[in-house]
């Protein structure tokens, strides 16, 4: 998205960012933990969708949950409601975002390999 330019000429789009502005923080993130038991979120697509270009210290600190430090306002509500979700949400770039995927993807198998071991062991 930022190589191309569509985060800066108005033409990066999201579905998240368009339910989001409809719906309200609160109400996103309510539906979301009404769908999912954990949300890994590219907040950077969202930010872009909404046009929005908070300062590289406000998404770093969006990134670690520490929405009282942030000065864009919308990123600090955004930060906020995600912080008080119901379920646990990971805010961040794609890089992120597709780390913690990785991560997650290696423990499930890991608990997949340790239940079946188990299984078969009895």
């Given at each position: 998205?930022?190589?191309?330019?569509?985060?800066?000429?108005?033409?990066?789009?999201?579905?998240?960012?368009?339910?989001?502005?409809?719906?309200g923080y609160e109400r996103?993130?309510?539906?979301?933990?009404?769908?999912?038991?954990?949300?890994?979120?590219?907040?950077?697509?969202?930010l872009a969708h909404l046009?929005?270009?908070?300062?590289?210290?406000?998404?770093?600190?969006?990134?670690?949950?520490?929405?009282?430090?942030?000065?864009?306002?919308?990123?600090?509500?955004?930060?906020?409601?995600?912080?008080?979700?119901?379920?646990?949400?990971?805010?961040?770039?794609?890089?992120?975002?597709?780390?913690?995927?990785?991560?997650?993807?290696?423990?499930?198998?890991?608990?997949?390999?340790?239940?079946?071991?188990?299984?078969?062991?009895?």
């Open positions: 998205m930022r190589a191309a330019g569509s985060d800066r000429s108005g033409q990066a789009r999201s579905l998240l960012g368009y339910h989001l502005q409809e719906v996103f993130f309510q539906e979301l933990a009404e769908m999912a038991q954990a949300a890994l979120i590219d907040s950077r697509v969202i046009k929005a270009h908070p300062s590289r210290a406000d998404r770093f600190l969006s990134d670690l949950g520490r929405h009282e430090e942030i000065s864009d306002p919308f990123l600090r509500q955004f930060t906020e409601a995600a912080a008080k979700a119901p379920i646990p949400v990971l805010l961040g770039g794609h890089s992120l975002v597709a780390g913690g995927l990785l991560a997650l993807i290696e423990k499930a198998g890991r608990e997949r390999e340790q239940a079946s071991g188990s299984a078969t062991a009895g």
